[in-house]
Every structure is written in structure tokens, then in C-alpha cells.
């Protein structure tokens, strides 16, 4: 029994014995907890448009080029936030002094930039995180995998926001919706479609602001989306 | 696959959802057996496996992929378990139940005890494959597309499963396979 094809026969025929049939009990078991369970929401941000129509792709390679030419000159400016760290705080600039979240201008505002290879450091070791969540948030969620840039933004414009990910230079990855401010320190993002969205306290400092989540993420994979994408300090591109 | 029992299940019928589970769930549990050799840790696989893909239900964008995409779970349940249980690995287990009442030539079931020794060598993600390209038929090509991973990576697993097993069984002794043995 040398080749490859015997080897193979053999080995089909070894895999053919042993159980074909789930325990009754294991069955039951899942069912028991999946009546206890509720199922997730599908992203309230889709963070990626894997459907894009042919108008929605043109309209989206321009929005890029744009960041590109304006954010690409202030993403130039080395980052001084490590990923995985605590977003620095609107209130450490000295010279400032927090504005009311209304006050915030429209325009592109964009997050610092990180090495993917410390965002997949964070990610490996969340241990939150199933194998396959970490998957999933490599491969489609923040599409990293092999890359070596990330970049997050947020467009803030007539109480539309559009959200987007940099990863190498070209913005891949998207989502949009409604934002409004309860209160000066509070704003709530709604992605277009949900029916709830996701509320932050905001601290706006000058040309930039600091967002942290206060709505508590479902599970462990939402909050290292949430975590990735918004709290970090966004700074208006000009 | 009832495509309208997976789109009631997306929308959180329960009920629905358990009739999938019927459905599949012999199919699942017999691809995770074959890839942990334990049925212990196939059944914690099957019930991660189920609970999960219930939560991830609303996310599953092609109904009609619902099968491919629930043992793909399945897979990475199987990766979770065998990070989590590494010692089993290197501890004697008793070859299948169904084995002792099998009355083959001693040489076969010599083949088939160094088969599966040989196969506990082999990585989780090499017996992945394995099972499923040998055990459901699948081409590999959709191995490929259900773990999510390039072709090349498929065929190169398979390769170095095949080959592990092949030196395993002439030589009567499981040999660690060369791209890269679990720790």
C-alpha cells in the first residue's frame, strides 16, 4: 500500500467508520441554550458595501480620491495614538477648551492611522474573541489581512455621517446613516436602515473630538468593531 | 436545504431553526468525530457550533449557502476545541467502537490503527481538509470556498495529510508531517 491513491482509498474507507448520527443529548443541549439565546443584530454599521451598484462604486471612488488629496496630506502627520491604547483625551490639549458638540463643524474628520500588525496583535488577544470572530474581523470586517495600514474616518455633514475605512490608502469599507446631538456631550449614530443606534459621549476640543460608546455592545465581536472604529480622536482634514 | 425555514430562522423563529438543526446536525456531528477523533469533543464542537451560527443567523447574506456556511462554523468550533484540549493529543485513545466488531484481515486493522494515530499527528487544519475533501466528497475547490481559504492552501494541506499518513502507515509508526505539526 504505497501511493497516494491507495493511501487515499484506505483512509476513505477509515473515515467511513465511527459515528454518523449527533447525540439525541448534544442536539438538545444546543436547542435548550439557543431558546435562552438571543441572535445578534446584523451590524447596525455594515462597515463594508459588498453590493455595490455601478453608480453607488463611482460615487464611492471619487468620495476616495477626495479623502486621499485632503486627508492624505494630514495623514501624513506621524500618529501619536498607539492602537490598543486609551483614545487620547480632547481635554490633554492645553490651550483648549471643550465646545459644545453642536458647535462641530462639517467635513471629513479622520482617526489616527495604525500598523494592521497591531491591530492583529489586539485582536489575538482579546480573548473575548472566538477563533472565528477574529476571522471574520480580520478578513471582512476590517479587510487587514495582508495589508499594512489602517486608517479610520468619520464625514459629519447635515446630520448625515458616512464612516469609512483607509486600509493601505484606499478607503474599502463603509457604512452610513443619521447622527444628532441629545446634548452637548452626547451624540447618537443611526446607521440608515436600524432601528436603534449606537450612542456616544462626545468631547469636542477645537477641530477635533473624542468619542467613547456608552451604549454597551452586544457581544464581544460588536465591541471590538465599536472600540476600533469610533473611540479614537477624530481631527477635521483640511 | 427549506430555503423558507432559513429565512424564518434569519428573522429568530426559533422553531424553524430547530428543524435546520435536525437537518444537519448528523452531517455536522460526523465531520467534527472525523476531524477530533473524540466524540466528547465533537459534541462540544456541534453545540458551539449551533449556538453560534443561531446568533450569527441575521448575518448569513446567501440562504442558499446556509449548509456551506454552518459547517464552516462547524470547522472553526473544531479549531477552537482542539486549541483548547492540546494534551489530548498525545494520550492513548481507543480506536472506534464500531472497530471492534469489524472482522477484517489483522493487516487491515493494523492500516486502520496506524491510520489513526497518524491521523492525531496531523495538524486541525490538515484533518479539516481531509474530511472534508475524502469523508463529504467535496471538490476541492469548494473546500476552499467553504473554510474561506485560497486553493493552493487546500491542496497543499491535503498533500502533506496524504503523505503523513502514507510514511505513517509503511513504516507502522505515526510520523509527524513536516509543514507544520501542532504543537
Known amino acids: ?98 465646545l459644545p458638540a453642536s458647535a462641530l463643524q462639517a467635513g471629513t474628520y479622520v482617526g489616527p492611522t495604525f500598523q494592521v500588525t497591531d491591530i492583529i496583535a489586539s485582536i489575538n488577544a482579546d480573548t473575548d474573541l472566538t477563533s472565528l470572530e477574529r476571522t471574520t474581523l480580520i478578513d471582512e470586517l476590517f479587510g487587514i489581512k495582508d495589508k499594512k495600514t489602517w486608517s479610520a474616518s468619520i464625514v459629519l455633514r447635515g446630520g448625515q455621517y458616512t464612516q469609512r475605512q483607509t486600509v493601505d490608502g484606499i478607503t474599502v469599507i463603509g457604512s452610513a446613516g443619521r447622527y444628532t446631538f441629545p446634548d452637548d456631550q452626547t451624540i447618537d449614530l443611526v446607521e440608515t436602515g436600524a432601528q436603534s443606534g449606537t450612542r456616544f459621549a462626545i468631547s469636542v476640543v477645537g477641530d477635533s473630538f473624542t468619542l467613547r460608546s456608552l451604549t454597551p455592545p452586544p457581544t464581544a465581536l460588536d465591541a471590538f468593531v465599536v472600540r476600533t472604529l469610533f473611540e479614537a480622536t477624530f481631527t477635521l482634514a483640511r | 436545504m427549506d430555503r423558507d425555514l432559513v429565512e424564518r430562522a434569519r428573522k429568530g423563529d426559533r422553531a424553524a431553526f430547530a428543524v435546520l438543526v435536525h437537518q444537519v446536525s448528523d452531517s455536522l456531528y460526523s465531520v467534527a468525530y472525523r476531524i477530533l477523533r473524540d466524540t466528547g469533543l465533537a459534541e462540544d464542537a456541534l453545540q458551539n457550533a449551533l449556538v453560534l451560527a443561531w446568533r450569527r443567523l441575521p448575518k448569513l447574506r446567501d440562504l442558499d449557502r446556509f449548509e456551506a456556511w454552518i459547517h464552516r462554523i462547524l470547522v472553526h468550533a473544531c479549531y477552537d476545541e482542539s486549541q483548547r484540549t492540546r494534551s489530548w493529543r498525545g494520550s492513548v485513545v481507543a480506536l472506534p467502537i464500531e472497530l471492534a466488531g469489524v472482522t477484517d484481515e489483522t493487516s487491515q486493522v493494523a492500516d486502520r490503527d496506524e491510520l489513526e494515530r497518524a491521523f492525531r499527528w496531523l495538524t486541525i487544519e490538515q484533518r479539516a481538509v481531509f474530511v472534508l475533501h475524502h469523508y463529504l466528497g467535496l471538490p476541492l475547490v469548494e473546500v476552499a470556498e467553504l473554510l474561506g481559504i485560497p486553493a493552493g492552501t487546500v491542496r497543499s494541506r491535503l498533500h502533506y495529510a496524504t503523505r503523513s499518513l502514507r510514511v505513517a502507515i509503511e513504516t507502522g509508526a505515526a510520523i509527524p508531517a513536516s509543514e507544520g505539526r501542532l504543537a
Not at chain 1, 497516494?4 to 465511527?18: C, F, K, N, P, V
Not at chain 1, 487620547?88 to 477648551?97: G, Q
Open chain 1, 1 to 98: 500500500m504505497s501511493d497516494d491513491r491507495s493511501i487515499e482509498r484506505t483512509a476513505r474507507a477509515w473515515l467511513e467508520l465511527g459515528p454518523t448520527q449527533a447525540p439525541d443529548h448534544a442536539v438538545e443541549a444546543a436547542l435548550r441554550t439557543i431558546d435562552t439565546t438571543s441572535q445578534e443584530r446584523d451590524l447596525r454599521i455594515p462597515w463594508r458595501l459588498p453590493t455595490m451598484n455601478p453608480v453607488a462604486r463611482t460615487a464611492i471612488l471619487a468620495s476616495v480620491v477626495i479623502v486621499a488629496v485632503v486627508g492624505g496630506i494630514y495623514l501624513l502627520r506621524p500618529a501619536t495614538q498607539s492602537f490598543g491604547g486609551p483614545p487620547p483625551t480632547a481635554t490633554a490639549a492645553p490651550t483648549s477648551t471643550p
